[in-house]
């Protein structure tokens, strides 16, 4: 299996990062709301092969829980562990910062995000109507959580 460094993320990160959100997502998030995220002390971790940034994780912690507010790979490198190489090394920093659980919403339609997040351990806990921008309209959001 191959294996990847991580590390921290920064405003430097930002060109790598929204490079990323652009070839991952058909509504990504602007360079704005990752400042307003690395602002607000949001925690941004990156999963690099060579140095070069492959997928990111963006997490708030509230209290006992850890919000995973977006979790991105690379579209050249998806389906290969990414994924559950940033969801491991989230479990890891919330359960020593003293996390309960992790919650995170994930597109309805998302299939591959849902199977992955499955197999983490992730249960589904609520429905959120109309979330997300989608073609000609809006699409719903699974609310899913696990428990640490």
Excluded at 105 to 111: F, K, P, S
Aim: glycine share 10%.
């Amino acid at each position: 299996m191959p294996t990847w460094d991580w590390a921290a993320l920064a405003g430097e990160d930002l060109p790598e990062i929204v490079a990323i959100e652009e070839a991952a997502h058909s509504y990504p998030w602007s360079e704005a709301i990752f400042e307003d995220c690395l602002r607000a002390g949001y925690r941004l971790d990156g999963a690099f092969s060579r140095g070069q940034l492959i997928g990111y994780s963006v997490v708030m912690s509230v209290l006992d829980e850890r919000h995973l507010l977006n979790l991105c790979v690379d579209p050249a490198v998806q389906r290969r562990g990414v994924g559950r190489f940033l969801l491991e090394r989230l479990f890891e920093s919330a359960r020593a910062g003293g996390a309960r659980c992790v919650i995170l919403e994930v597109r309805a339609g998302n299939d591959a995000a849902i199977a992955l997040y499955e197999s983490a351990g992730f249960t589904e806990i609520g429905h959120r109507k109309a979330y997300y921008p989608a073609p000609g309209g809006r699409e719903d959001a699974r609310v899913m959580r696990c428990l640490l």
